[in-house]
RNA sequence: GCCGCGGUGGUGAAAUGGUAGACACGGGGGCCUUAAGAGCCCUUGCCUUUACCGGCGUGGGGGUUCGAGUCCCCCCCGCGGCACCA
């Protein structure tokens, strides 16, 4: 009597049967070589998980499924990402608590992935809003601030007036709230920051050293943007106070004809003239009031002040007017630079718009000496020197680096670099995070909450409605009783909280030690576990993934650790994208949901459409009609299954097609080429399936490496192979391909004539490599020897392969 | 503009410099069935052809090679990151 494949009769049985047997449960004291296999965690906002967000996981699951019946001792966690923007603002739309509605949410994850049948080890589950978890956040803080890693400035930072909070640089895309899309406005404000600059050159440097997807380390070394230069530094004409720029290409700077500065640079005030005061502070307060974007689109059409001051070239006395203007960036290089018109886009803009002189110190390739006086002329890139004293001649490159070597030796400049990365903003005008664990005290000023009183507990008597002040301002409690660490007169506490970023920073360090009461984590545990052998996620080149490298080189710096790289390999993995081609989304109403499909299909057809839909990295749409298909796979795999079993071993054809899938599916795992490997799955089982006949052994081959794939189903299958009481599936030993079976007895011989395909020979695997032997052969063809009747002139062998013909 | 990744059938896609299109989806035809569905079988890059044979074919143009989707040069297009960064 033959079973009928029905998924939900077999899936929530052996999820239960897992579960009980703790099998997922990693080894702190195991002498097994370790594998950390994590995706990133899930984001539990408004909205349930759906099939897109599977993609990763899964693919985490195969690939610690693998792992784990390969022999590793293998740490597989879960956690949640559960503060945040999102979460408080789906809480305010619903008019809930954020701590409700993100109980809520992660309850249905919970759901959504078991009845995937992810294996996890549940016991570490973290949740970054959980006050056992978020405690030592605030103590991982506070060790910053001792390191001078944290600390608090009054800065020009990036504020979102619909969000009512500041944002890192790295939230702001195109000038816009990553999360709103409102354009951002500039505000001075006191905030709490991370010295993630004091550790650009190693971020860069270790770039090299981790097997990260090009893209991500591109977009990583953008962001750091390491650019060698030069400050120089001017005399002003009639004061004492000089003005120092910030240049890589100073090999023009016989050409240089006026100096410009930020609006917000603090020497403005001092070397503005009375008769200019009042047009340089008008310009200073419309600057003020546009928002970053209005300020990026003026591109050609510049704006700007002079202040009446001149700064004096040394190279040729030349007095260069000092100007203010909102292209220059107070927060890059000094806030002030040097400009150069005849061979800079934006000095030449900036120039001809207010009748600044152009001087040309650069003949390019076209030959051109006229003076400049069109933007086509100006010579940015490629060229030499002219009208440039000593460095007349010299090709600009050339030229830069002996301007370089003259400004240093005459004294009034210095070879620095720069990086485009700014220190990390970290504090947020927002309820739902952890609170900055800090207390100020007029006498004292900022100092840590004293350790043994972590956590500072989110109070729960606020009207967390955004109005541009942290709500915790409103909570009657919070401020009750504080007093300062140091005088222990009265003070009062931060009410700012952090950024959702530092919790998922150090997230996968508490995986590792996720019950610790005493520590954030045992340093022999991290030190055992990390780095992360495989990190599975999205592209987060710019935020999480160079924050938690800045953590882990930090903490290791203060002896916390003892590892460079948190994240040995990262994977990204691609979208899904609804069956109309648009990102899944309630508005559209293409969003399929896990549960559904599982209902309908079963989680094991869910898993392996999603690995065979296309490569692992690449963004794809659903196809209603794949899921079918692979449906239709598992229910011929099911029935084949179900057919008597021969006892003879296989034959040499079996054996050649078992090995094959053995090597084949397991590189594919390992390199995470998983489209491939289930590809490879249905070969094999068109192979079987046309011989009509199927050995024990081969099932039981078949079923070990299908479990990582589809979990329940083989896991069914192989109980009714091997009874009731036989161990589970997975916990049995990975297969081992045999070189000896991968050797076949008759080698096809490709022949070509002038490279194109003409036929093909089948030889004993004896004469495969004998020349002479295949030449005749071929010849002997009626076919090929009409195609080379013409004659011969030449022969290529490679052994085994091809023997091509050149006429 | 700079940096990175891509461009292969109707579709998703395979191919250590060595038979391009594996494996699927979709399509066409057939078997089974009163019928539908399921299942099974055949077929499916384009052109020519009843068929065979052949020709063409991996964004475009050059090159290296006995042989190029793959390597090199130039160009076009798409996606992603950065961008008034001096």
């Known amino acids: 009597m033959q079973k009928k494949y029905i998924p939900s009769d077999i899936e929530a049985k052996w999820q239960k049967i897992w579960d009980e047997s703790g099998m997922y449960t990693a080894d702190d004291s195991s002498s097994k070589p370790k594998r950390f296999v994590m995706e990133m965690l899930p984001y539990p906002s408004g909205a349930s998980l759906h099939v897109g967000h599977m993609l990763g996981y899964v693919a985490t699951d195969v690939y610690a499924r693998f792992s784990r019946m390969s022999g590793y001792n293998v740490l597989r966690p879960v956690g949640w990402d559960a503060f945040g923007l999102p979460a408080e603002n789906y809480a305010i739309k619903t008019q809930t608590l954020p701590q409700e509605s993100t109980a809520a949410a992660i309850k249905a994850s919970i759901e959504q992935l078991k009845r995937t049948g992810m294996g996890y080890d549940w016991a570490r589950e973290v949740n970054t809003s959980d006050p056992d978890y978020y405690k030592w956040t605030q103590w991982l803080f506070i060790q910053f601030y001792k390191e001078g890693l944290a600390y608090k400035k009054t800065a020009a930072v990036n504020w979102c007036p619909k969000d009512q909070t500041v944002l890192a640089n790295e939230q702001v895309i195109d000038g816009k709230c990553e ?77 240089a004809t006026f100096i410009a500065m930020a609006p917000e640079h603090p020497l403005v005030e001092k070397i503005t003239t009375p008769e200019n005061q009042k047009s340089v502070s008008d310009y200073i307060e419309s600057v003020k009031n546009k928002t970053e974007l209005a300020r990026e689109s003026e591109g050609k059409d510049k704006t700007g002040v002079f202040t009446g001051s001149f700064a004096i070239n040394p190279l040729n006395g030349a007095k260069m007017p000092i100007w203010i203007s909102d292209f220059v960036l107070s927060g890059y290089g000094t806030g002030a630079l040097v400009g150069v018109p005849g061979h800079d886009m934006r000095d030449f803009d900036f120039a001809f718009k207010f009748g600044l002189p152009i001087v040309r110190v650069v003949i390019g390739s076209d030959g051109d000496t006229s003076p400049i006086t069109s933007a086509a002329q100006v010579q940015e890139e490629e060229g030499k020197m002219i009208n440039s004293g000593f460095l007349d001649g010299m090709d600009i490159h050339a030229a830069t680096e002996k301007m370089m070597d003259h400004i240093e030796k005459e004294g009034y400049g210095k070879r620095v670099v720069s990086y485009h990365l700014r220190d990390w903003l970290i504090s947020r005008q927002r309820y739902w995070g952890a609170p900055v664990p800090m207390i100020y005290c007029e006498k004292d000023g900022w100092n840590p909450v004293p350790e043994s009183e972590l956590p500072v507990l989110l109070p729960t008597d606020v009207d967390f409605q955004p109005t541009g002040e942290s709500p915790i301002t409103r909570s009657k409690t919070f401020q009750e009783g504080v007093t300062c660490p140091v005088c222990h007169g009265n003070a009062r506490r931060e009410v700012d909280t952090l950024d959702t970023f530092v919790d998922s920073s150090w997230y996968f360090l508490r995986y590792c030690d996720a019950s610790n009461t005493k520590e954030a984590f045992a340093k022999e545990k991290v030190d055992k576990w990390m780095p992360v052998d495989l990190y599975i996620g999205g592209d987060h080149a710019t935020t999480h993934l160079i924050f938690a490298r800045f953590f882990v080189k930090a903490l290791r710096d203060m002896g916390l650790l003892s590892f460079d790289e948190p994240f040995a390999r990262f994977f990204k993995n691609g979208h899904i994208l609804g069956e109309d081609n648009r990102k899944m989304s309630k508005r559209w109403g293409n969003v399929i949901n896990p549960l559904d499909l599982i209902t309908k299909f079963g989680a094991d057809t869910m898993r392996m459409y999603e690995m065979f839909m296309g490569p692992l990295e690449d963004s794809k749409s659903w196809s209603t009609s794949g899921v079918e298909g692979i449906y239709r796979f598992l229910n011929r ?124 020979l089948t030889v004993e695997n004896s004469e495969a490599g004998d020349q002479a032997k295949v030449e005749a052969l071929a010849r002997q063809d009626a076919k090929i020897s009409s195609w080379i009747s013409t004659g011969v002139k030449k022969v290529i062998f490679v052994p085994g392969k091809i023997i091509n013909f050149v006429v």
């Not at 951002?184 to 770039?207: G, R, S």
């Not at 997975?730 to 297969?735: M, V």
Request: proline residues 3%; hydrophobic residues 40%.
């Open 179 to 255: 999360r709103c899309d409102t354009e951002v406005e500039q505000k001075e404000l006191e905030q709490w920051f991370m010295a993630i600059t004091k550790y650009a050159d190693e971020l860069l440097e270790d770039l090299d050293h981790i097997d990260w997807p090009a893209s991500t380390k591109a977009a990583q070394r953008n962001w750091i943007g390491r650019k060698e230069g030069i400050e120089i530094t001017y005399a002003i004409d009639g004061s004492d106070e000089t003005v120092t720029v910030f240049t890589t290409r100073p090999d023009t700077n016989f050409g």
């Open 637 to 760: 795999v099911w029935t084949l299954m179900q057919t008597e079993a021969t006892d003879a071993t296989p034959d040499k054809e079996a054996l050649f097609m078992m090995h094959t899938s053995i090597k084949k599916i397991t590189d594919d795992i390992e390199a995470l080429q998983v489209n491939t490997a289930v590809s490879h799955f249905m070969k094999w089982y068109n192979f079987l399936s046309e011989r009509k006949h199927i050995s024990q052994e081969e099932k039981e081959i078949f079923l070990k490496l299908l479990a990582p794939f589809a979990p329940h189903m083989s896991e069914e299958l192989w109980h009714d192979l091997k009874g009731e009481a036989a161990e589970s599936i997975h916990k049995q030993s990975w297969p081992v391909s045999d070189n000896q079976y991968l050797a076949r007895n008759e080698a096809l011989i490709v022949v070509q004539v002038n490279g194109k395909l003409r036929g093909n």
